[in-house]
């Protein structure tokens, strides 16, 4: 037993500790019985009567040892570990129960004499008597070996399950017994059907053919922007949401009707309920939707209260600020200097598929994202995607050092570009300016660097350095 794990020997404590025990108890009876000739010869009978029922319990016990040998040896260790999921329990119970079944009739007909053919004959009588009792029973039993059969289902699969007279239930699968399934709800929650309501009822697979859920989300917007400016806001806010990791495939939005103040969008997403809940998607796809909304300067709109709006205008400085509000980097920044930049920044209107900043180029400019998604690349491997009132390129402006990354559109994209010239009249005006912009880079470094960095590199040297970088590039 070298090197096996302890929880194996626990394991098999708890497998065969009272099946052995209810075996060397019936073979201990089983050898007074027939060994002691305990039993005087008047009563021959009751001998008889004895050795029967030992011969009896001891052919029980043997079939219950052999019944757990072949669950812990075969479906726990075999079935259990190729299938890499829990078996339905119908299959453990089903085998047993047949086990039991032969176990007995075996019994009956070597132990105590009764015939199988007239075995065959009272278990049909028997079995009409207990199929009138046991109907319900025997039904969900059917009903759960059809389920096993026909397999509308697997283990963890998302269902719905849609019976008439009642409320439809969804949940992931989780057990398949030999009466009822079980369903855990969204909520967490677990729900017991019984298997002939599961048979009788349409059954919804949403796992297959593949494990991905589908949803849909409707959203009015305002008739007066053109369809296809509305579309790439929703796109981007839908592919930001897959790229975070929140649903299987980008969002697809789609016109679905034209009415009085709007258009009525849908937005299909698709969700794995192994991995997240339904809610907590929703949450993120609309907060993403909203965002990307919110800095065009677009809402959605209520068919009783229509209000025309207006998108905001890159080109017009004013209509900028609204935006740099929001950008973490010019939080430094006074009202005045912000309203000062974005006099200075130039618009950038780039194509899906355009990169911005090549790593490893020379760079005097950083962006801020007005409109779109951009991604970030470090050796090929995507680090980042960048929506509305992020910004990127900042490291290479502030220090002069090689662009770190590679920085492409993911949509067609609108671009705030700061030049060098603006940064240096914000720095020479207000040289603490420095400080503060290294504080800003240097913290975000630090995040984005995750709890792998080296512990050497915290917020504060990393901010000291990219202080004295920004004076020296500054005053070059
Ligand atoms: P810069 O090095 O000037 O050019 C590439 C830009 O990509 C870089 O500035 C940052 O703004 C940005 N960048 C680099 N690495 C990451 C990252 N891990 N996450 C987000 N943005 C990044």
């Given at each position: 037993?070298?090197?096996?794990?302890?929880?194996?020997?626990?394991?098999?404590?708890?497998?065969?500790?009272?099946?052995l025990?209810?075996?060397?108890?019936?073979?201990?009876?089983?050898?007074?019985?027939?060994?002691?000739g305990?039993?005087?010869?008047?009563?021959?009978?009751?001998d008889?009567l004895?050795?029967?029922?030992?011969?009896?319990?001891?052919?029980?016990?043997?079939?219950?040892?052999?019944?757990?040998?072949?669950?812990?040896?075969?479906?726990?260790?075999v079935?259990?570990?190729?299938?890499?999921?829990?078996?339905?329990?119908?299959?453990?119970?089903?085998?047993?129960?047949?086990?039991?079944?032969?176990?007995?009739?075996?019994?009956?007909?070597?132990?105590?004499?009764?015939?199988?053919?007239?075995?065959?004959?009272?278990?049909?009588?028997?079995?009409?008597?207990?199929?009138?009792?046991?109907?319900?029973?025997?039904?969900?039993?059917?009903?759960?070996?059809?389920?096993?059969?026909e397999?509308?289902?697997?283990?963890?699969?998302?269902?719905?399950?849609?019976?008439?007279?009642?409320?439809?239930?969804?949940?992931?699968?989780?057990?398949?017994?030999?009466?009822?399934?079980?369903?855990?709800?969204?909520?967490?929650k677990?729900?017991?059907?019984?298997?002939?309501?599961?048979?009788?009822?349409?059954?919804?697979?949403?796992?297959?053919?593949?494990?991905?859920?589908?949803?849909?989300?409707?959203?009015?917007?305002?008739?007066?922007?053109?369809?296809?400016?509305?579309?790439?806001?929703?796109?981007?806010?839908?592919?930001?949401?897959?790229?975070?990791?929140?649903?299987?495939e980008?969002?697809?939005?789609r016109?679905?009707?034209?009415?009085?103040?709007g258009?009525?969008?849908?937005?299909?997403?698709?969700?794995d309920?192994?991995?997240?809940?339904?809610?907590?998607?929703?949450?993120?796809?609309?907060?993403?939707?909203?965002?990307?909304?919110?800095?065009?300067?677009?809402?959605?709109?209520?068919?009783?209260?229509?209000?025309?709006?207006?998108?905001?205008?890159y080109?017009?400085?004013?209509?900028?600020?609204?935006?740099?509000?929001?950008?973490?980097?010019?939080?430094?920044?006074?009202?005045?200097?912000?309203?000062?930049?974005a006099?200075?920044?130039?618009?950038?209107?780039?194509a899906?598929?355009?990169?911005?900043?090549?790593?490893?180029?020379?760079?005097?400019?950083?962006?801020?994202?007005?409109?779109?998604?951009?991604?970030?690349?470090?050796?090929?491997?995507?680090?980042?995607?960048?929506?509305?009132?992020?910004?990127?390129?900042?490291?290479?402006?502030?220090?002069?050092?090689?662009?770190?990354?590679?920085?492409?559109?993911?949509?067609?994209?609108?671009?705030?570009?700061?030049?060098?010239?603006?940064?240096?009249?914000?720095?020479?005006?207000?040289?603490?300016?420095?400080?503060?912009?290294?504080?800003?880079?240097?913290?975000?470094?630090?995040?984005?660097?995750?709890?792998?960095?080296?512990?050497?590199?915290?917020?504060?040297?990393?901010?000291?350095?990219?202080?004295?970088?920004?004076?020296?590039?500054?005053?070059?």
């Open positions: 037993m070298i090197g096996e794990p302890p929880s194996f020997l626990r394991a098999c404590r708890e497998a065969f500790l009272w099946p025990s209810f075996l060397s108890l019936s073979g201990g009876m089983w050898l007074v019985v027939h060994r002691a305990w039993i005087p010869a008047q009563l021959a009978r009751l008889d004895a050795r029967k029922s030992t011969d009896s319990l001891l052919a029980l016990a043997i079939t219950v040892v052999l019944i757990r040998i072949g669950r812990f040896v075969f479906y726990e260790r079935v259990l570990r190729l299938a890499k999921l829990k078996a339905p329990k119908l299959l453990d119970q089903g085998i047993a129960a047949v086990v039991y079944f032969l176990g007995a009739g075996l019994t009956l007909s070597y132990v105590w004499g009764v015939s199988i053919s007239s075995l065959v004959a009272t278990s049909g009588v028997l079995g009409l008597v207990l199929g009138f009792a046991l109907k319900n029973v025997l039904s969900d039993f059917l009903s759960g070996v059809a389920l096993n059969v397999t509308p289902f697997a283990l963890n699969d998302f269902v719905l399950v849609k019976t008439r007279g009642l409320p439809p239930v969804v949940g992931l699968v989780r057990e398949v017994s030999w009466r009822s399934t079980t369903l855990m709800t969204p909520e967490r677990l729900v017991t059907l019984p298997n002939t309501l599961v048979a009788e009822s349409v059954v919804e697979n949403g796992s297959q053919p593949s494990s991905a859920t589908e949803f849909e989300l409707e959203i009015v917007l305002d008739w007066s922007i053109p369809a296809h400016v509305l579309q790439t806001h929703l796109h981007a806010a839908g592919l930001e949401t897959w790229i975070a990791g929140w649903t299987v980008p969002t697809r939005a016109i679905r009707k034209l009415i009085g103040s258009i009525a969008y849908k937005l299909t997403y698709f969700v309920p192994l991995r997240h809940s339904k809610g907590k998607v929703r949450d993120a796809l609309l907060g993403n939707v909203h965002k990307h909304l919110r800095c065009a300067g677009l809402r959605p709109v209520h068919e009783m209260a229509p209000s025309p709006q207006r998108a905001v205008d080109d017009v400085a004013s209509e900028r600020l609204p935006l740099f509000e929001q950008v973490e980097l010019f939080s430094a920044l006074h009202r005045t200097e912000r309203a000062a930049l006099e200075r920044v130039s618009v950038r209107r780039v899906e598929g355009a990169a911005i900043v090549e790593a490893g180029t020379e760079g005097s400019s950083m962006f801020v994202v007005a409109s779109g998604l951009v991604e970030v690349k470090v050796a090929g491997a995507r680090v980042a995607a960048l929506a509305p009132g992020d910004f990127f390129g900042e490291m290479s402006l502030l220090t002069g050092e090689p662009r770190s990354a590679t920085v492409t559109a993911l949509v067609p994209c609108v671009l705030y570009e700061v030049a060098k010239d603006a940064m240096q009249t914000l720095i020479e005006t207000r040289p603490a300016l420095a400080e503060a912009f290294s504080e800003l880079v240097a913290a975000r470094k630090v995040r984005r660097s995750g709890p792998d960095a080296p512990a050497a590199t915290g917020a504060a040297g990393l901010s000291g350095a990219i202080a004295s970088a920004i004076h020296e590039f500054f005053r070059a």
